[in-house]
């Protein structure tokens, strides 16, 4: 950590009179601050203390991930996040990957409902985006549904913990080898959440959860305990509720060209690039600046290189 280099940037005169700036300009004009490209971390770390979730928008998601990392330097790591785009564009026929949906669904659960018990699922300091993200729409009340969450010592029916996931767009397999996919054998539910990066396999005794521990794909063996327990996001942005089955159902008969995807989809079946036809399937979208809250701030960094590429 490097918040001793925080101390002395905060005495210094110049740095004095920028963080001031955005003090008495907050909520009414933007302000320009030219710096050099090592700056951008620290100010930022000092700007956005006291003022709710601020936002950091890149020409790229590289430099989102890049600026993330630097932050991580000056502030806890827990506290920075970054919210990735669809590697696939918004009106193609392909679904976006369950990892990065899945830590697009992590994010947006943390700005709707932060834990302040847990501090890697508590409020975000500073969200780092590419510009790319922060013009896709998404759908309106991610941020509301519920993860599937299990600790030692719950009490949950098995049975009732896979229909949470496959109702969460989980694939239930024989074998989990993929992020996305779960399986149940006996008393024992091996499930692979997106945002992690090992499998983790949960013990019932009954009702009640015994012990949950990370395992590899290779083998298949158990590792570690997992001392946070599990949770899970769901592994789509659309899920197959009653109510996008019924749209999928009606838009069938009217939109020819797409009527064998939503004849699948009124099925509940989960088609790929689904996703391409969500503002005709789900109640609304909105934007990421919609559910970053009333105090949260935005910074452009390079606004020149952000505006080209939002082009």
Known sequence: MLTGVLDLLRADASVQSALSVLDTSAGERAVEVGLPRGMRAPLLALAGAGRGTVLAVTATAREAEDLAAALSAYL??????????????????????????????????????PDPDDATLGPIQILTCSVRALLQPIVTGLGDLEPVRLSAGDERPLEQVAADLANAAYARTDLVERRGEFAVRGGILDVFPPTEEHPLRVEFWGDQVEEIRWFKVADQRSLEVADHGLW???????????????????????????????????????????????????????????????????????PERVRARAH
């Open 76 to 113: 806890p790591p827990e506290v920075v996040a970054t919210f990735p785009s669809w590697e696939t564009l918004p009106h193609e026929r392909l679904s976006p990957r369950s990892d990065t949906v899945g830590r697009r669904l992590a994010v947006l659960r943390r700005l709707a409902h």
């Open 232 to 302: 899970a996001p769901p592994c789509r942005e659309v899920l197959l509720t009653d109510a996008v089955q019924a749209r999928a159902a009606v838009l069938a008969e009217q939109l020819p060209g797409v009527a064998d995807l939503l004849a699948k989809v009124a099925e509940g079946i989960a088609v790929e690039g689904m996703e391409s036809l969500a503002p005709a399937l789900v109640d609304g979208m909105e934007s990421l600046l919609d559910v970053l809250g009333a105090r949260a701030a935005v910074a452009i960094v390079d």
